[in-house]
């Protein structure tokens, strides 16, 4: 992951008292390859290892006491600078305040919309009024008030309403006639950019003029996240994003282009499904974070583009030992999506794809997988056994398809990892047997 390989590019330098310029040369190009497998784009990871190398011939790395330390610090300080600098709050100048949350589905927004209205409670002057314009789904409607009675803030909705320009501009005359000074408008998403929902977004943000518009995007996502803040910040020009799930495992590596490509500050991340996990966004921080050492699972790894031998490696140990869990499980399906027609290439995949080849999934029925997993916890996602009745019931919400669905997805999970386990443990004919072949 990052963190290793920076580590070890830097290690280098790291107590060696002799340091020559080819050492600082060498050492920047393996920073940049860590980068560049991180997903960050070329170019920025191009201009990130020229300022570092500029300040360290011009804070005479060479000469210094510790050049390592000196290193690992300026790497450091770039990095922070990369993901914003300073810490940016979010502008609540109006009266009252419109906030209109912007993103894909499953990415966080009414989870979100709910904690920022629970964190703003709790600084005395504010009054929030969040504002459901989820149209699609009449679960969201309730997934928000279950929010607000959870925190005790007030929840604005229509439900005989499809137009989510006008609840959004009746939730802003309620709140200016009760006494609310911040509006948090929760809007609806889609799985994947569509015109639809960029058009839906648009109308609303151009009928309400928000004071602060939020992109919320799920860190676990990788480049994805990156492609798809670019996409709504052309459309929204919004001010700032909010990473969730950054729980857990994540490492947070999307912060690092996603500032860069959008060029907007990062206020604030979500570090849980529950209602206080929410924490203002300090870049120096994050940057510990990405060079922090350990051996978790990385969001880089998870973002790989490729099968490679590694990959599959990794996956058929993860088998072996009984870790294989849902996050996997979507990571196969997205690299599968992204190398085209499915059935073609299904023979093409190592392990787990043979596997899959024995399930009948079709591309549609990938959409209605991913929103379900999309819906689930990184808890969750790593232990399926933990997912009871009230925890299907949420994913359900979350998902918006039904907890029957969720079932079939649970058993075929459980199916596809006993005959990964059995094609591990040479059972291929017993396999094939079960496939019918
Ligand atoms: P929306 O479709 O954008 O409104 O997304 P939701 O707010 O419904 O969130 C989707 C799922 O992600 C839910 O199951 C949430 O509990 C979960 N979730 C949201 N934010 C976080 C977070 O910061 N950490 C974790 N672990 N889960 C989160
Ligand atoms: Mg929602």
Do not use: W
């Amino acid at each position: 992951n990052l963190s290793e390989k920076l580590d070890k590019a830097l290690h280098v330098l790291k107590g060696h008292g002799q340091i020559t310029e080819i050492n600082v040369a060498e050492t920047l190009k393996e920073v940049r390859r860590a980068l560049l497998d991180a997903d960050v784009n070329f170019k920025i990871a191009k201009e990130f290892t020229n300022t570092v190398k500029e300040k360290a011939l011009g804070q005479d790395v060479l000469t210094a006491l510790q050049p390592g330390q000196l290193m690992v610090k300026l790497v450091k300080d770039e990095l922070t600078q990369l993901m914003g600098g300073d810490v940016e709050g979010i502008n609540l100048s109006g009266d009252p305040s419109v906030v209109l949350m912007s993103g894909l589905q499953g990415s966080g927004k009414t989870t979100f919309s709910g904690k920022l209205a629970s964190y703003l409670k709790t600084k005395k002057t504010k009054k929030p009024l969040l504002v459901a314009c989820d149209v699609y789904r009449p679960a969201a409607v309730d997934q928000l008030h279950v929010v607000g009675d959870q925190i005790g803030v007030e929840v604005f909705s229509d439900r005989g309403n499809t137009d989510p320009v006008a609840i959004s501009k009746a939730g802003i005359a309620y709140a200016k006639a009760n006494g609310h000074n911040v509006v948090i408008i929760d809007t609806a998403g889609r799985l994947a950019v569509d015109e639809e929902m960029m058009n839906e977004i648009a109308n609303i943000h151009k009928a309400i003029n928000p004071q602060e518009t939020l992109f919320v995007v799920d860190a676990m996502t990788g480049q994805d996240a990156v492609n798809t803040a670019k996409a709504f910040n052309d459309i929204l020009n919004f001010d700032g994003v909010i990473l969730t799930k950054l729980d857990g495992d994540t490492r947070g590596g999307a912060a690092i282009s996603i500032k860069s490509v959008v060029n907007k500050p990062i206020k604030f991340i979500g570090t849980g499904e529950k209602m206080d996990a929410i924490d203002v966004f300090y870049p120096a921080r994050m940057a510990e974070r990405i060079l922090g050492m350990g051996d978790v699972v990385s969001l880089v790894e998870r973002a790989q583009e490729q099968f490679d031998e590694e990959e599959s490696r990794k996956i058929q140990k993860k088998i072996a030992k009984n870790q294989f869990g849902f996050d996997d499980f979507l990571s196969q399906i997205q690299q599968i999506k992204k190398m085209g027609s499915i059935k073609d290439l299904m023979g093409m995949i190592p392990g787990a794809g043979k596997a899959l080849k024995g399930l009948d999934i079709d591309d549609d029925a990938f959409k209605h997988v991913e929103a379900i997993i999309h819906s689930m916890t990184p808890l969750e996602r790593a232990t399926p056994a933990k997912l009871d009745a009230s925890r299907k019931k949420r994913i359900a919400k979350g998902s918006g398809r039904s907890i029957q669905e969720i079932n079939q997805l649970l058993k075929q999970f459980d199916q596809m990892s006993k005959m990964m386990k059995m094609m591990q443990g040479g059972g291929g004919k017993k396999m094939m047997q079960m496939m019918g072949a």
